[in-house]
Structure formats: C-alpha cells, structure tokens
C-alpha cells in the first residue's frame, strides 16, 4: 500500500542476547545497531535482550526494559512517547510479557511484547531419534506446551482488559496451527498473513521454514507492509517490521 504520514513501524526481534555466548561469527549487537539504523522502526520490540553498557539504542528517546533474574530482558523502544509500562510475569517460568502504553499523535496504543515458553530443541539437532530420546522429546515438548497455555491465557486476559488499539507481537515458540497462537490471535490481525510473503520464515531452522514471530493488530489498525528479512544473520531468530495506521473511521 501507499505510504502515508500518519502511518508507523514496528519491528520485533529475538535478539539471543546479542549472541553472548558467541554462537555465530561477527559482532551482532553492532550489526542490529546497524540494522536498526538503517530501517529506523518507530517502535522496537526486543525478546532475549541482553542488557550491557553497550546494548543502548540512544535515537529513541522513549524505552522501557524489564529484567529477569538471569539479567535476560525484554525491551520496547519508542519514537513516540511512553505514557504507561507493566509486565506479566509467567508462573515457573522464566519467559515473561512486557506491554508499553504508547501515545502517538491524539491515538493511544498498547504494545505487547512476549516471549513465551522455550520447546528447547536445538536447530542444529541432527543426532539419530531412538525410543528413549523419542520420549525425552515428548515429554518436553508436552510440559512446554504446558506452560505456552497458561501463559497465552494470561495474555489474552490481560489485553481484554485494556480500552486502547491493541499490537501484540514477539516470539511464541510456537506455529500458526497451534492453540497458543490461536488463543494470543483471538479476533486479531495476523500482520503476516495480511500482507506477508512467502512462507514467513522467522527461525533459523533448517529442516523447514518455522514461523514462531508473529505481529498481531487489533481491526483499528490497517497493515500495510510486512517484512521477514531472512538475510539477516545475526540471532537464531530474524527480525520482522511492519507498517501500519490507525484508520480513523475504524476508531469511530
């Protein structure tokens, strides 16, 4: 769609820590910094968020970041102002849900940020499956899965209780078919399957194209554009922007 003034964009982004523990070659938090400038999003979602004296995004003037007791974070940066903050924080879980109140022009939105639930299996798994591994697999598949329902039950909770548009977006661990993404996506927008292409790899997993990031507007907002860049290694995740408006007459 055309680009108007009035529209905005929002990127979200598992980070991996900023590839801390040196899983990938190159100076990741420098290429998202790049990368961040180079794109200028008005409004950043990060999940696995390392927080150091470097990791700083300082053209935003706006931003919240709440920490776990492993020093991992979420953050939301903003161009727009931050009028409200708050997190959920997941039972026997280290995964967590951030949100920002977001005052853009006379239009308030509430952004989400969340990190659900890990299934823990490796993308670079390639050992040989026997019983005994079949049912490790299964069962950590199953207590995960566990825990993803509660936690998407809390979050959709949680958003009908909110008056303002609604954006909810970051990593499900999860696929498009599953009652997580079904219970998080109620009657929103997926931004992807609005005006994404191809099969909207957000995973770096080789065996197939896995889509776990995932935007979600409420009907106020119009999505215009939406973007995988796959071609930017730098997390086992990728980051996805979108471009969106609050259409007056869907406010009314």
């Given amino acids: 769609m055309p680009q108007d003034k009035e529209d905005f964009t929002l990127m979200s982004y598992n980070v991996r ?5 040196r899983w ?71 995964n967590n849900a951030i949100y920002a109140d977001i005052r853009k022009g006379n239009d308030t939105i509430r952004v989400y940020s969340i ?17 005994e591994k079949s049912k490790v697999i299964f069962n950590r598949l199953s207590k995960a899965f566990a825990k993803q329902q509660l936690q998407a039950e809390m979050i959709e909770k949680h958003r009908s209780a909110c008056s303002y548009p609604v954006i909810i977006c970051g990593d499900l661990n999860n696929s498009a078919f599953s009652y997580v993404y079904r219970v ?49 290694v730098n997390s086992d995740h990728f980051p996805v922007i979108t471009r969106l408006s609050i259409e007056a007459e869907k406010q009314e």
């Fill in 24 to 94: 990938l070659p190159g100076d990741a938090l420098e290429n998202i910094k790049l990368f961040v400038k180079d794109n200028e999003p008005d409004i950043i979602c990060f999940q696995e968020y390392k927080t150091s004296d470097e990791a700083h995004f300082n053209e935003y003037k706006y931003s919240f970041l709440k920490e776990n007791e492993y020093k991992m974070a979420q953050a939301i940066y903003s161009k727009y102002p931050i009028i409200n903050t708050g997190d959920l924080k997941f039972p026997n879980s280290n």
């Fill in 17 to 21: 820590l900023f590839n801390l523990y």
């Fill in 115 to 131: 990190h659900m639930q890990s299934i823990r299996i490796s993308p670079d798994i390639n050992e040989t499956i026997d019983e």
């Fill in 184 to 232: 998080i996506r109620g009657d929103m927008n997926d931004a992807f399957e609005e005006v994404g292409g191809g099969f909207g790899k957000s995973y770096n997993y080789k065996y197939y194209p896995a889509r776990i990031d995932y935007v979600f507007a409420d009907e106020q907002f119009t999505v215009k554009e939406f973007t995988t860049f796959n071609s930017f």
